[in-house]
């Protein structure tokens, strides 16, 4: 397999459809377009609020995708027993604050580590691959390792915020480092949030980067040019064809 691989989030295809409470479009037929085109995975996010993707969007997806299912979550226990019913290739699990427009930041690991400790090791159970969404820095990574999570997702947000701007070389350091610690370590590195066609290049020179995930530069130019050219685009701009 070429490296990176590209998940494709399509929580915004139900952003839409909620904004009406109606049943279109729909997130399986969304699913399905992205793997007519050489895509690892979709993702897909259940939050507490449910304010985009359902929880029957989760049982249908897994039920129908022919790839395979990345489900990013909080440890809200209602969604880690829905995890757990559906069986997803892998959990990504990630912060929540119901107030944000989206997630905003990684993970604190060292106020989380005891209540995460039962939730992987459920996981672990079932050979759910488990994933951890942090922030780009080495303390994290050091936490990582003793849960023994085998994933990580460096949070690429500020690197996108900075993106052409003063921040953008200090930004782009930060991930380079922790990709480069991480490998050390042992720790698979994924990537995602704030992602362009635009700005992903440079993220494409992090250290053993295996899995970029993107939801809404895609969706959003999907109302332009279709949802499969979407996805193709953004394949070519990681060059994984
Ligand atoms: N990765 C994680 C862990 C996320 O929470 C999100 C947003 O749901 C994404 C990737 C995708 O971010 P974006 O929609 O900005 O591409």
Redesign the pocket.
């Known amino acids: 397999m070429k490296y990176p691989v590209l998940g494709v989030?399509i929580?915004?295809v139900a952003t839409l459809r909620q904004a009406r409470g109606v049943g279109y479009p729909d997130v399986v037929d969304a699913a399905k377009i992205c793997e007519e085109s050489d895509i690892f995975c979709i993702?897909a996010?259940l939050r507490e609020d449910r304010r985009h993707i359902q929880d029957s969007d989760i049982y249908e997806l897994k039920k129908s995708i022919r790839t395979r299912l990345n489900m990013?979550m909080a440890i809200a226990p209602d969604v880690v027993k829905i995890a757990l019913e559906v069986n997803p290739y892998m959990v990504?699990i990630?912060p929540e604050k119901r107030e944000e427009l989206?997630?905003e930041g990684g993970l604190n690991l060292s106020l989380l580590k005891d209540d995460l400790k039962n939730v992987i090791a459920s996981f672990d159970k079932k050979g759910i691959i488990v994933s951890l969404?942090i922030e780009p820095n080495e303390e994290d990574l050091v936490i990582v390792k003793e849960l023994g999570v085998p994933y990580v997702?460096f949070?690429t947000?500020s690197y996108?915020n900075s993106y052409g701007k003063d921040g953008e070389t200090y930004e782009l350091e930060r991930l380079y480092t922790a990709a480069r610690e991480a490998v050390k370590l042992g720790i698979n590195v994924n990537a995602?949030?704030?992602?362009t066609t635009e700005n992903v290049g440079p993220i494409l020179s992090m250290e053993g980067l295996k899995e970029i995930?993107?939801?809404?530069?895609?969706i959003s130019r999907s109302v332009f040019v279709g949802l499969h050219e979407a996805v193709e685009e953004m394949l070519k701009a990681i060059d994984n064809k």
């Open positions: 989030n929580d915004h993702t996010h990013e990504t990630v989206t997630t969404f997702e949070h947000g996108a995602g949030h704030g992602l995930n993107i939801g809404h530069s895609i």
